[in-house]
Structure formats: structure tokens, C-alpha cells
């Protein structure tokens, strides 16, 4: 009887944690801006360690969307704050996507953008930190679609997030900054074509530029290839796909061990 009563409650966990699983996802769909606060970004760079471990403070007044395209698919990911993204989805230089508090001064402004890695080559040694993958100047924010589009060519051309086989995901952080006056003199002798990608410091170039504290920002986390995406399931397609394939592996364990249960309780009764 305490078998019984035992392999019952299992069953009826087994059941509950069947239901739980099969629950749909609910961010199937590719939003162009996140749906969430300044306050919840905010909150989220924190959680992170970003504040103060890699920019002493960030209180956006607008809020970045990073949008990549998957080669393979043509397929729209988000980089939503602290998403886990795989290689394959950030293969390609982004769009950035701007909802800012104030439309009237984003429509006169002009925009630097960087995308680093505080955590090059692994997040317990960062000797090569920051790894700067992209700067780039000169955006203009449209309001009809909230995209920034650049007037001048990148100052640092994109390279893609490449965490070494061995490293835990990487953060990588994407900046915001509204550009200053004289931005374009002065940066040829702070950032040019002979500057190192490794042992980038945005603090102290946003000091050296006058770029003031940043306007908005958003950060995803990429793991090595091999850890990044099952191959050959093509569930790396998408954040949401991602979770669903995961979802689907634990679901079929579930089903097994309810399954397991079942016949339990079957050769139970039955002997
Ligand atoms: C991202 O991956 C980490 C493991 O690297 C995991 O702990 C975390 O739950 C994942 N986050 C999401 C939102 O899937
Ligand atoms: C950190 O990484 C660099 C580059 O791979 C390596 O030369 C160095 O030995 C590492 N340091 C430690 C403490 O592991
Ligand atoms: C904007 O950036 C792209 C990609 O780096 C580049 O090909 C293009 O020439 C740039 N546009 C201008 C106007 O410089
Ligand atoms: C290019 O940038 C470096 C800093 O990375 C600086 O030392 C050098 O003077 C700059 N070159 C020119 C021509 O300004
Ligand atoms: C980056 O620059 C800031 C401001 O100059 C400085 O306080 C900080 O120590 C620098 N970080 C590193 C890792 O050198
Ligand atoms: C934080 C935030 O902006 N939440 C919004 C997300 O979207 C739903 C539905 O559109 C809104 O009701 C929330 O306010």
C-alpha cells in the first residue's frame, strides 16, 4: 500500500510536470521593440554584473531593440536583455531599433553605437576585455520605424560574438550614446584603423568623447558553438525555437518516466 500511495503521488507529479511543460511558449512572436520597462533593462544590467562591473551606472531614456537576421533562415531574432542567442543568430551585423522617451530630441540627435565583450577570452579571465565587435557612428533615428540607420561608414567593422570552445557564453553589451559635437575631429586620434579590437574600455572612451552617460542599451549572452545549438535539429533558429526544442526534449523524458510509472503500476496491480 505505501508503494501504491507512493508511485500514485509520482504519477500524479509526473502529470502535473507534463502539463506544466506542455504549456505554450509565450514569445513566439518577433517583436521590434522589446516589451519591457527602463526599469526592467535597468534592473537586468544589474542582475548581470554590467553595474557596475563593466559601466558604473546605466539609466537609459530610451529602449534598444538589436535585431539579427539568421543566414540560414532570413529569420528575425531579438536580442531582448540577457537572452541566450547561439552563434548561428548573430552571425550577421545587427539593426538597431530605438524607442526613445523624448522623439523630438532622438529626431535631431546623431547616435554612436558599440557592441563589446567584457568577457574575452572567458568571463574568469578577461585579459582581452574588452573586445570590442562593432562602433560604429553618425546614426540617424527614423520615427516611422524606430530604426537607426548610419551616415558614415563604421569606425570598427562587425565581427561576430566567438567565445572559445572552452568559455562559459559571453555578455555582450550594446551601447547607445548620443554623439557629441565634435565627435568626428577628435575621434581619428582616440579610435582609428591601427586600434586594437582587444582591451577596449567604453567608459574611457565615452569620457574621452564627451558621449556622456549611455542613452539606451540591451546585452545577450553567447556560448561557444558546440555548446550553443543541438546540431541538425534547426531549433536554433530563433530564441523562442530554442526553448521549444529544449521543452520538447524534457517533455518526451516526462512522458517516459510517466510512461515508466504507468506500467509500474500496471505489473502492480496485476501480480
Ligand atoms: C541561458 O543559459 C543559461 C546557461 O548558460 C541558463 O542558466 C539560463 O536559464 C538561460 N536563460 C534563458 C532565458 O533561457
Ligand atoms: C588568460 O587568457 C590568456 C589568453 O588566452 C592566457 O594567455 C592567460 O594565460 C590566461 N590567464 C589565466 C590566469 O588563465
Ligand atoms: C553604413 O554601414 C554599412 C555597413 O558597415 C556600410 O556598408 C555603408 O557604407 C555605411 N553607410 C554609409 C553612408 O557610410
Ligand atoms: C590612432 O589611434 C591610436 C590609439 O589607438 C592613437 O595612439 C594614434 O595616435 C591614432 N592615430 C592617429 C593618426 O591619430
Ligand atoms: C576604464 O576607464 C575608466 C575611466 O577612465 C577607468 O575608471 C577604469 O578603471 C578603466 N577600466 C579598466 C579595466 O581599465
Ligand atoms: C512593460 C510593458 O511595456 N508592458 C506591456 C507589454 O505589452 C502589454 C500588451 O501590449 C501591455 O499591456 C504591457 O503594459
Do not use: C
Not at 550553443?228 to 529544449?246: E, H, I, L, Y
Request: glycine share 6%; charged share 10%.
Amino acid at each position: 500500500m505505501a508503494i501504491f500511495t507512493f508511485s500514485r503521488s509520482s504519477l500524479v507529479l509526473s502529470f502535473f510536470l507534463v502539463a506544466a511543460l506542455a504549456r505554450p511558449s509565450s514569445k513566439t512572436q518577433i517583436r521590434a521593440i522589446t516589451n519591457t520597462s527602463l526599469t526592467d533593462v535597468s534592473t537586468a544590467f544589474s542582475k548581470a554584473g554590467i553595474v557596475p562591473g563593466v559601466i558604473p551606472v546605466f539609466k537609459p531614456t530610451g529602449l534598444l531593440d538589436v535585431v539579427f537576421t539568421v543566414p540560414a533562415t532570413q529569420q528575425a531574432v531579438n536580442a531582448t536583455p540577457g537572452t541566450n542567442l547561439t552563434t548561428q543568430q548573430t552571425a550577421n551585423e545587427p539593426q538597431f531599433v530605438l524607442a526613445p522617451s523624448d522623439t523630438t530630441s532622438a529626431s535631431n540627435a546623431e547616435f554612436v553605437v558599440a557592441l563589446f565583450d567584457p568577457d574575452a577570452p572567458t568571463p574568469q579571465n578577461t585579459t582581452f576585455a574588452q573586445f570590442r565587435h562593432f562602433l560604429g557612428a553618425g546614426y540617424r533615428w527614423s520615427a516611422d520605424t524606430g530604426v537607426l540607420t548610419n551616415t558614415t561608414a563604421a569606425l570598427t567593422e562587425f565581427v561576430p560574438p566567438g567565445p572559445p570552445p572552452y568559455s562559459d557564453p559571453h555578455r555582450y553589451l550594446v551601447l547607445v550614446y548620443v554623439q557629441s559635437e565634435d565627435f568626428a575631429s577628435k575621434v581619428p586620434s582616440i579610435l582609428n584603423a591601427s586600434t586594437p579590437r582587444t582591451n577596449f574600455n567604453m567608459t574611457a572612451f565615452s569620457d574621452a568623447l564627451g558621449l556622456g552617460a549611455p542613452f539606451a542599451g540591451t546585452f545577450f549572452f553567447t556560448g561557444p558553438d558546440s555548446t550553443a545549438t543541438p546540431s541538425g535539429s534547426g531549433s536554433g533558429a530563433s530564441p523562442s525555437a530554442t526553448q521549444k526544442g529544449s521543452g520538447a526534449v524534457s517533455l518526451h523524458s516526462q512522458l517516459v518516466v510517466t510512461g515508466v510509472f504507468v506500467l509500474i503500476l500496471t505489473t502492480y496491480f496485476l501480480s
